[in-house]
Every structure is written in C-alpha cells, then in structure tokens.
C-alpha cells in the first residue's frame, strides 16, 4: 500500500543523509537518535494506518438487517415447470408499499432469470415499466414517486433457470439452486421430483421477490403439473382444477405472513397418510413404499404439537402441519412454514421404523414453526434465534417423552459437537462479520446455541424461562427479531438485568476452562476453588452460576454459587461431612473442565448418583483409564442392571473389551441371556447377543438363528453377524444366501463381513449392488466393507471399486460419507496412483472438518514420501 508519511520526517532523513554523506568521520549522536525517532514515526504511522484500514473494514463488512425500502404485502405465483431444460415458467403478481421513505424504483431479487414482461397493475390496467436486470436482481422504474401511504402492484412473467450458477452452499446447506428437479428425465433408479428448499436467500431462484429473513407477507401459490403428480405447499389448498390436458391446476393459499425463504412447494408421486391434532391437519408424505413406516416415524408429531403449545403457551400458529420426505435433499431438513421437508434418510419400511431413532429432527422442525417461522430473526447474524431454539426442543421433547437421563445425555452429545467444532474456530454466536451468511449454519448456531438456552433455563428456572419465551412470542408475533428482543423478554418477565448473560454467550466468542480443586481437609466445611483458564484476550472472564452437589444417607443435597473472578474459593458449609462433592453433576455448564478426579471418586460417583449423565459419566471414566484395575468388573456387572439404558448397553461393550471380567462377573451368562430376550431397548439387546458371541458362540447359536428374524434390524444384525462369525457354524453359506436380498444395512455389514473374512468370491456384483441403493448413514457405515472386499479379493474387480470410491469421495454431500469413501481408498494405497487420487480429493475438499480427518489419514504416507 501506498503510504503518506509526515512531511517533517521525510525533510529530517534527507538533512540527515545528506549530513552524513559530508562527513564520514564523525558520528552525530543527535542524528542517529533523530533516525530512531524518524524509524518509530514511521512505524507507528503504518501501524496507525493498518488499524484505521481495520475499522474501515468493520463499517464494510457489516452484516446487519436489509434496509427495507419496500414493505412486501403478497405474492401471487403462477408456475408451470420445463422438465426438459429443468426451468420454471411464471407469472408472478406482487403487491408491495413504501416502507417508509418516498420510492422512485423497485428492486426485486430474481437469480438467472429470463424476463418476459414487467408491468404495473393499476385500476386503468396494466402499463410496462422500464427495468434494468443483470441477472441478480430486477431494477424497475416506476412512473411516479410512491409514497408509504401508496400500495403498488406489479407483474413479472419470467422463466427460472435455477441450474444456472449454482453456489457452493455451506456444511448444513449443500446446495443454493432453491429448486430442484429430481430425476427429471426419468431415466435414473428413484422418483421423479420437484422441491424447493429456500434458506438462506435462495428462493429467488425461482420466483422473484425481496429476499430476505427481515420481510413478511402472505402468498398464494397456483402448480400447474401432469395430473399423476400430488403437490404440497405453505398453507391450504383450495382448489384442484383439472385442465383437460392431462394437467390439473392446484391453488395453494398461505393468508398468514411469513418471509420468503420459507416459502415452498414439493411435487411427485407421493403416499399420503392422513393424521391431525385437535382440528389441525397433520399428514405425512413419503414413497407408497415407505406408507406403513412413515406411521411409526412420524406417529409422535401430534404430542409434540401438544407439547410445545402447552410449553409455550402459544397454540400451534398456523393452518395445517405436512411432513414430506424427499430424495437428493441439501438437507438434513427445512422447517417451511405448514410444511417440512425431510432427507431421504427417513424413508424407512415398516420394520425399519421399529427402530426409528428420528424424533430429534422431527421436533427441531416443528419447533421452528414457532421459534423462525412465526417469529423470525431479522438478519442472518441472528441466526441463533431460530436454530438455538429448535436445537433446544430436542432436548426438550426428549425430556418429556423420554426422561431426562435421556435429554441430558443428548445435550452432552451437542455440546462435544461445538467443543469439536471450537478448536478449529471460536466466534460470536451473534455475529454481523461474515463473508456469507451459509457460514452462519455451524454448530456454533445450533449446538452451542442450544446449550446456552439450557442454562438459562437452569439458572432463572422453568416459570420463568417459559414465561419469557411466551412472552417474546406474543410480543413479536408474526415479525422479524433481533438478539436484543429475547433479552428484553426475559428482562420484563424477571424484573432481572439480563446483560451480563446475553453479553458473555450470545455476543462474544469461546467457552471458559474451568480448572477446580476440593479441599477435603474440614469435612463439614469443604473449600471448592475454581480458576478459569481460557485465553482472556480472545474470551470472555464470565460470570457463571454454578451448583454443587452430594448425598448424605442417599438424599441428594445441592447449593448455586456465582463464578464472577478468575480464581475464586467457596465455602460449601455442608456442615455434615462429606467424602465427595460433584460440581456441576448434570453437566449443564457449556466449559471444558478440568481436574484431578481418581478412580476413588468415580466409583463414589457411579454408586450414589441419582443423574444417568453423572452415572454415564463415571462408568465411561472408568472404563477408558482404570479398565486394568481388579475391582471394576463387579462394577460393570452392576451397571447391567442400571435403569439408563444408555448404562447398559456401555456396559455390555466394555465387558466385549475385556473378557477376563467375564468370569468374574456372578450370573453373568443368565443375565445377558435375560437382556437378550427381554431388554426394553434394541440396541441394549443387540450389545447383548454380541457379547453372547464372544462367550459361547456355539452353545447359542440356536439362539442366534431365532433372534436374527427378530422384527428388529437391531437384533436380527447382530444375531446374523454372530452366527456367521462362527467356523463351526458348518450352514453359513446357506444362511447367508437366506438374506442375500436384504436391503437394511445392519444385515447388509452382518453378509459383507462374512462374505471378506472367509474370502467368498463372486460377490463382487453384489457388493456393487448394495452400494448404489444405500445413502446418507447407511453408506457410510457399508463403504468400509466395500473396500475391503475389494482390497482382498482383486480377482472382484479392484478398478471398478477404486472408481466408485473416488466418485463417492468426490461428489457424495454428506462430509462424513466423503471422508468413508477417502478412508476406504487407502486399502489401495499401495497401487499406482492411488495416493494422488486421494490427495486430489483432499485438496478439492472444501469442508474444514472433512479435510482434518483426511489429513490425518494422509500425514503418515507423505512423511513416508518424503523421508523413506
């Protein structure tokens, strides 16, 4: 950069230079002194200019709410659809209004559009206007200045090509084409579809409008489409019209205002499945072959709507509630308003849906229809206030439906998912410096959003937290927030200055570190000394309520402090004594922590625990550090008998581990035999038969073959792949041949792996086969067994493996499918140009994530490379 020096120090180095070129011999002090001063001027100026080049920075690039020159009052949409050239034909109707400044022009968002006609419809007719468009947006110029006491309507007939400069997307949104052709031509294995799939600003891809999350209005939607096609939009359908073509017209009307980005429609051959909660329609849409399943994903959707109007105290908003699932979705869901729209993931036949584990996404959804639908941030950088709610309604439906030991063992799941994602990068959860507003859909808005909520839940108690949310709902009904209003609700509700709270976790970056010693020396009086350690120039000193707990003759006693120094001492005064305090039992602060637990401690904390995460906690500290020690296994025999199911099933794969606890553990056979048969949850009783197998495969063999044709996948997996494991199981190859059609990965991996370790050829077509049905978790979990076929027996055809594998690699949109297929390549590793294949993929991954794991893979052969 160019920089413009003082001019009095440019004059004093030249006198200087020009001094010292006449006089070579004498050193002048006040010179040399004189050029430090100059160097440091010269210094401190650059520097200077650099922070003013800083804060020019943080005017540009601020990302706050759109400027709202024009009010958005309705959009009527006329659309019929080009499967051919995959294009949308429409005419859209918009009425608008000055916000509140006068206008002399009308810019509408509109991405890849060819423009037909753009006219103003006024009582006299209609009247074309002059517009500019430069394939982003429409520049109309209107025939007088409107005024906001002044409604205008126009016209737009265009063609939507949404194939046409397709973004990037981000790690929760794969794709910004907004709509979508599903197999379009017909020729590909899977239905032909349509979808939409609005958020961020994507629904300008097929219709133009102001978007943005800050606007309003209501819709109406008219689907022309072949008749053999149902469709599925926001709102209500009022009429079906058929056209005498072989097309049928259906008119959707939403007459409740939302934003734009949730705006949608669905199209193709669909099963319906009609259900309701008190006079609310509730259906669900998914493939006929999947009817009976959907019945059992979706069964629970009525409580929920129950439950969460009963929370919040605002009944469900809206006019109906449709769930639809769909093929090649971006997502993993979009909670459109009346209308979510799941991933193919949750097409699931009626005995897979027995062990349907989907409700977490299905109340994530339906919450948004209150917490981003009915009330929607105003910008992206609030983003927190959509997802930060419907990332808590897990926790909370969790909570209801299934306990709490449950919940809060969810909820520690989703805070290791940000702790993940912190040590790559810390920011703001409110954040208005972004270069793309797809980066706000990180774990950081979700994950670390929901645990936020949940302290504050802890800390201000139930009626308080769910008066403030039902009063921030009904305060903003119907309109656009920002960070500001929910801190304003919780203020009006508790009389509480809330600041200090929204400060430190909504508007700051990071996490604290909490190091913590107990001092034990006066039993009736424990000391607790907290420090908190994370780097105070980048976090936050906060401000922390926090409990402590014990159990005195098996009642639970517990105490709330504030944190607010960065080293700080406490008096407990528990006054009986106590051998074990617990801080922070329910694990409800989001912070790393650190201290110097031992085994003594966590046996005390398995033992006398009433909270299944501090049990589950415990017996996994246990398990991970002191599995040698002689006193565990009766321990982990005890937890075979632990309420949490959770605590069961860690300890039945802890027990597979190490078998010499197996014949230390009194009624051990009788017991995993019971948990086999009769356990309330699948996974426990799979987790049971797998350590049966390591026990005594042949004594229960004949056991096996009856639990592999259990209705569980679970179960039935675990016995297929136990018989099969089995040398002297002498029928394997008939056995297998029996659920060679099988298409549930759980039996599929059961087959593969029998199929590697006894080395059976010509399965190489079927390996190719189950691969191309498979996606989402279920290709994951299979990609392994694919390469290793392969990998073993070359004979199979290793070139076509290694092509699939690099193309899975290479254009899959789930990270962690990619990084299977990456992994998967490295049985290969030693052929010819195999690692180039994979440094190739890793140099074309974009996902931050993604390409730490592939490093990680990468690091020893290119260190072999290198230093051989």
């Known amino acids: 950069m160019r920089i413009e020096y003082p001019k ?45 080049r800083n804060l020019e920075s943080r005017i540009s690039d601020y990302k706050g709410s759109r400027t709202r020159d024009f009010d958005l009052l309705h959009t009527a949409l006329d659309l019929s659809f080009d499967y051919k050239n995959e294009w949308v034909k429409g005419e859209a109707v918009l009425t608008l209004k000055p916000h509140f400044f006068s206008q002399y022009e009308l810019v509408l968002d509109a991405q890849d559009f060819d423009i037909h006609e753009f006219s103003l419809h006024e009582d006299k007719g209609e009247t074309p206007l002059n517009y500019r468009y430069e394939t982003q947006k429409i520049v109309a110029f209107l025939p007088k200045v409107y005024e906001a006491t002044d409604t205008l309507t126009v016209k737009i007939k265009y063609t939507a090509k949404p194939n046409e400069s397709p973004g990037g997307g981000s790690a929760a949104i794969t794709d910004t084409k907004g709509l979508y052709f599903i197999n379009a031509s017909g020729n590909e294995n899977k239905p032909v579809q349509i ?64 934003s734009p980005y949730l705006a949608a429609v669905v199209i193709g051959e669909f099963a319906e499945i009609v259900d309701k909660w008190e006079d609310i329609q509730v259906n669900y849409y998914v493939e006929k072959e ?43 869901a979009m909670e459109n308003t009346t209308l979510s729209v799941f991933m193919e993931a949750l097409n699931l036949d009626a005995r897979e849906a027995i062990d349907s584990e989907w409700d ?76 793309d507003s797809e980066e706000m859909f990180d774990s950081h808005s979700y994950a ?28 903003h009904a119907f309109s656009t927030v920002e960070v500001h209003d929910l801190r304003l609700a919780f203020e009006k509700v508790t009389g509480q200055d809330l600041n200090w709270f929204f400060n430190q976790w909504f508007l700051n970056a990071g996490h604290p570190i909490l190091e913590y010693v107990v001092d034990y020396s006066q039993p009736e009086n424990l ?116 309420p949490f199911w959770s605590i069961r099933e860690m300890a039945l794969m802890q027990i597979a581990k190490n078998p010499e606890w197996q014949m230390e553990i009194i009624g051990l056979e009788a017991r995993l035999l019971e948990m086999a048969e009769n356990d309330p949850k699948n996974t426990v009783k799979s987790a049971a038969i797998e350590v049966l197998a390591a026990l005594d495969p042949d004594k229960y063999s004949p056991s096996f073959l009856r639990w592999m044709q259990a209705p569980s996948y679970y179960v039935a997996g675990a016995a297929l792949s136990a018989y099969l494991e089995n040398e002297n199981n002498l029928n394997r190859r008939e056995i297998s041949e029996r659920f060679d059609q099988e298409k549930n990965v759980r039996m599929l991996v059961a087959l593969a792996e029998y199929y590697i370790e006894d080395s059976v050829d010509q399965k190489g077509d079927w390996f190719h086969e189950k691969l191309s049905n498979l996606s989402g978790q279920s290709l994951y979990y299979f990609l392994g067994y694919f390469g290793d076929y392969f990998s073993s027996m070359p004979s199979e055809g290793t070139a076509d493996a290694i092509e699939k594998l690099y193309a899975i690699g290479s254009t899959e949109k789930e990270n962690y499918v990619r990084v299977a297929a990456f992994q998967s390549l490295f049985g290969f590793i030693d052929e010819p140009g195999i690692l180039a294949k994979t440094m190739e993929l890793f140099q074309n991954e974009k996902d931050e994530l993604a390409k730490r794991y592939m490093e990680f893979y990468l690091t020893p052969y290119l260190d072999e490379k290198l230093n051989p």
């Not at 670390?448 to 921030?472: C, P, T, V, W």
Request: glycine letters at 6%.
């Open 8 to 52: 009095l120090g440019i004059l004093l180095l030249l006198s200087m230079v020009l001094s010292c070129q006449g006089s070579k011999k004498m050193v002048d002090n006040d010179a040399v002194d004189s050029l430090e001063t100059i160097q440091r001027e010269f210094r401190a100026a650059e520097d200077y200019e650099i922070f003013a």
């Open 195 to 258: 979808w939409t799939q609005g958020e961020t600003e994507h629904n300008s891809k097929w219709f133009p409008t102001l978007d943005t999350p800050n606007e309003k209005a209501t819709q109406e939607i008219r689907l022309t489409v072949d008749q053999k096609y149902r469709t599925i939009s926001n709102g209500v359908l009022k009429s079906k019209i058929q056209n005498g073509d072989g097309t049928r017209t259906d008119h959707w009307v939403m007459d409740l205002p939302h």
């Open 290 to 332: 999947f009817e009976e399943g959907a019945k059992k994903v979706f069964q629970n959707t009525p409580e929920m709507i129950a439950f969460f109007s009963e929370i919040l105290g605002v009944k469900y908003p809206w006019q109906k509630y449709d769930q639809v699932v769909v093929r090649d979705f971006v997502s993993g």
């Open 360 to 435: 977490g996404i299905i109340a994530h959804e339906l919450f948004h229809q209150w917490f981003g639908n009915y009330v929607t941030t105003e910008s992206w950088a609030n983003l927190a206030l959509n997802e930060a709610f419907a990332n808590y309604s897990e926790y909370l439906w969790y909570e209801y439906k299934e306990g709490r030991d449950d919940a809060d063992l969810h909820h520690v799941s989703e805070m290791e998912v940000y702790l993940d994602e912190s040590t790559e990068k810390q920011v703001d959860l409110i954040r208005f410096y972004h270069e």
């Open 448 to 475: 670390k959003g929901g645990r936020i909520l949940h302290m504050l839940r802890r800390h201000l108690g139930d009626e308080a937290f769910f008066k403030s949310l039902n009063h921030y709902l009904v305060q």
């Open 527 to 642: 000391l607790l000394t907290i420090t908190q350690t994370q780097d105070l120039k980048k976090t936050p000193l906060y401000k922390i309520p926090f409990k402590v707990s014990w159990y005195q003759e098996g009642e639970r006693q517990e105490k709330e402090f504030v944190l607010d120094k960065k080293k700080q001492q406490f008096a407990i005064e528990n006054q009986t004594p106590v051998k074990t305090l617990f801080f922070d039992e329910a694990k409800e602060l989001l912070s790393e922590k650190k201290s110097a637990r031992g085994k003594v401690h966590f046996i005390t904390q398995f033992g006398v625990s009433e909270l299944g995460i501090a049990r589950y906690e415990a017996l996994d500290s246990l398990g991970s550090n002191y599995a040698e020690a002689e006193d565990l296994a009766k321990i982990f025999g005890t937890a075979l008998q632990d």
